[in-house]
């Protein structure tokens, strides 16, 4: 089983919604203290977006997206999701999970297991 599998993505209007799912081998969701979503779009480096504490299911995200995207687990699933409403053209890009070992879950720089992502379309 791969790391991480990304699912979910599609093409949707602006103001739609869609929900990501993360699924986890067994080993790096348990393993993990961090799980995070990123994006990236053609040209520009990849950012992130929110992650979560796996333990203690803590969430942040960055200021683009407060209010309008949710990460949540299911543990029995070894599962994190990404709920996105309200969406805009500029949420548009490749989202991939992420899975990071360390504490702090805002060292971006530390994920080390990736997916390999799924494609997000916010037409206006």
């Known amino acids: 089983q791969v790391p991480l599998e990304e699912s979910g993505g599609g093409s949707v209007q602006a103001g739609g919604s869609l929900k990501l799912s993360c699924s986890a081998a067994g080993d790096t969701y348990s393993s993990s203290n961090c799980l995070a979503w990123f994006r990236q779009t053609p040209g520009n480096e990849r950012e992130g977006v929110g992650y979560i504490y796996t333990g203690t299911g803590l969430t942040s995200y960055v200021d683009s997206v407060k209010g309008r995207f949710t990460i949540s687990q299911d543990n029995a699933k070894n599962t994190v999701y990404l709920e996105m409403n309200s969406l805009k053209p500029e949420d548009s890009g490749m989202y991939y999970c992420?899975?990071?070992?360390?504490?702090?879950?805002?060292?971006?720089?530390?994920?080390?297991?990736w997916g390999q992502g799924t494609q997000v379309t916010v037409s206006s």
């Open positions: 992420a899975a990071s070992y360390k504490w702090d879950c805002s060292s971006w720089n530390e994920y080390r297991e």
